[in-house]
């Protein structure tokens, strides 16, 4: 029997790491997940459709990058989601009449909500366009970005400031909890490639604004104390092993008698320098030492004869895998100022915590707090009576079930409205068949009252529904 063929070309196998561990060293099921929304997807704009893309794109791998919203979705279906899909965070981008940009950060489920005002922004090809070498496109969106956060608590503050103590920590709180925890020792550093800044703005005179600035980074680094021919000859290398090699990157030696004439630039070359003799070297606060990784040469279990001489060996060569390289930022977009309006308890909707207009006096919260407090005990008889009716209408069915009735099989396929245990569904705004369910049975009724019906059983058995047609239009 031949062999079967197996096709190769068409066929080729993703060359995906195994586990996402693999890829960032520190990847969890628990890590926060995020949404990026559009608010009224048809009515906030081009400029703001492609503000939302570009902070999901700040956002990933922790995001849904691929969400398409439609005009008919509301917040309530993607709240509805969230537990589902395990969504820790919603990122809410709307217009307002005025024409201003908004940007609500909710935590799920259960809040709390904060405001901004987006002051002023400016989109990722904006930043692309306005740099000479920009830098995006690789490798740096796999790993989530380090989040470095700036002023956002003041020394000064307190619980009668007008942006209080409290604010400050649930706000520094809430966008922590945006990215996975970072843990020094076990993190590799080939995993963090992005940075992601928020400076708070601090006012001279504490006048109630809360303002940030978000900035999102690309991490560069390169070799220092090599000259640039010999960093040229060193990417060269890697490219020639590398699979995929460039011939763009490497150096055109066909017009040079030795290697040392590219070395020093060629024939009225200024002689060998290093990032140190040239002048164009980066500030020394931006160098940091990175130990390379090598493989351990794993030893009998023998014992060895001086163990002085070893440990210095191991000093040694410890010093010689130290390699001292530059670190720079390189921005990626997008830009954005904002400004914190309001913060509310729950999602999206509840109690006021703090305004940065509105200010209401002591007798002012407590009314509110009466009122809110009639509201809470409204909603938990709601949903206990919604527990007794659910637990009344289970107990009748196995009671008819064990009398061998068949209304309770019946019931079974019909949707319980209870069972939601929610007080959001309206059992009036449900309608299975439309308007034209609800004409079609009055005219049977009005049929049946005339003595028509016994004659239209017959024709609509046999398929003929042109008198039910023309009463229906009629």
């Known amino acids: 029997m031949a ?94 009449s005025s024409g201003n940009t908004n940007l609500r950060l909710a935590v799920a489920p259960r809040g709390p909500t904060f405001h901004f005002r987006v002051e002023k922004y400016s989109l990722t090809k904006d930043v692309r366009r306005a740099q000479r070498h920009p830098k995006g496109g ?8 380090l989040l470095v956060m700036n002023n956002f608590t003041n020394p000064s503050s307190d619980a009668n400031s007008k942006v209080p103590r409290h604010l400050e920590s649930l706000t520094t709180t809430a966008f922590q909890s945006l990215f996975p925890p970072i843990n020094p020792q076990t993190t590799p550093l080939k995993s963090i490639r992005r940075v992601l800044l928020l400076n708070r703005e601090q006012s001279p005179e504490d006048d109630g604004t809360f303002i940030l600035n978000f900035r999102h980074y690309a991490i560069t680094t390169k070799a220092v104390g090599l000259s640039k021919p010999l960093r040229r000859l060193n990417a060269a290398e890697k490219l020639l092993k ?20 590219f070395m020093i630039g060629g024939e009225n070359g200024d002689g060998y320098q290093t990032d140190g003799t040239s002048g164009s070297e980066p500030e020394t606060d931006a160098e940091v030492e990175v130990l390379e990784t090598t493989t351990k040469k794993v030893h009998s279990g023998k014992p060895r004869a001086t163990g002085k001489q070893d440990s210095d060996d191991e000093d040694a060569g410890a010093n010689d895998n130290v390699e001292r390289r530059a670190v720079k930022l390189v921005e990626l977009g997008p830009r954005m100022r904002l400004r914190m309006t309001k913060v509310e308890e729950g999602l999206c909707s509840g109690k006021v915590m703090w305004h940065e207009y509105v200010h209401k006096t002591k007798e002012e919260i407590r009314e509110l707090e009466k009122r809110w407090e009639q509201r809470k005990k409204e909603k938990e008889a709601r949903k206990k009576q919604q527990k007794e009716n659910v637990e009344k209408k289970r107990k009748a069915k196995e009671a008819n079930k064990k009398s061998g009735g068949t209304e309770g099989d019946k019931d079974d396929d019909e949707m319980d409205i209870d069972d939601y245990d929610s007080d959001m569904y309206d059992e009036d705004a449900f309608d299975s068949e439309g308007l034209e369910g609800d004409a079609e049975e009055q005219v049977n009724a009005k049929m049946e009252e005339d003595g028509d019906w016994e004659s239209e059983e017959e024709e609509i058995a046999k398929g003929n529904k042109s008198s039910k047609k023309k009463a229906l239009k009629s």
């Open 242 to 261: 590398s699979k995929k090699g460039k011939k763009g990157g490497l150096p055109n030696l066909g017009n040079l008698q030795d290697i040392s004439e």
């Open 138 to 145: 690789g490798k740096e969106f796999i790993t989530p970005p």
């Open 3 to 96: 062999r079967r063929r197996t096709k190769k070309r068409t066929h080729v196998g993703a060359n995906n790491p195994a586990t996402p561990a693999a890829v960032n060293g520190h990847a969890n099921p628990r890590d926060p997940k995020s949404m990026v929304i559009r608010i009224g997807a048809g009515e906030v704009g081009t400029s703001v459709s492609q503000l939302a893309a570009d902070v999901r794109r700040v956002m990933e791998p922790g995001t849904a990058s691929r969400l398409k919203e439609r005009k008919a979705n509301r917040l309530r279906d993607y709240v509805t989601m969230c537990g589902p899909l395990g969504v820790t965070h919603l990122l809410l981008f709307s217009r307002s």
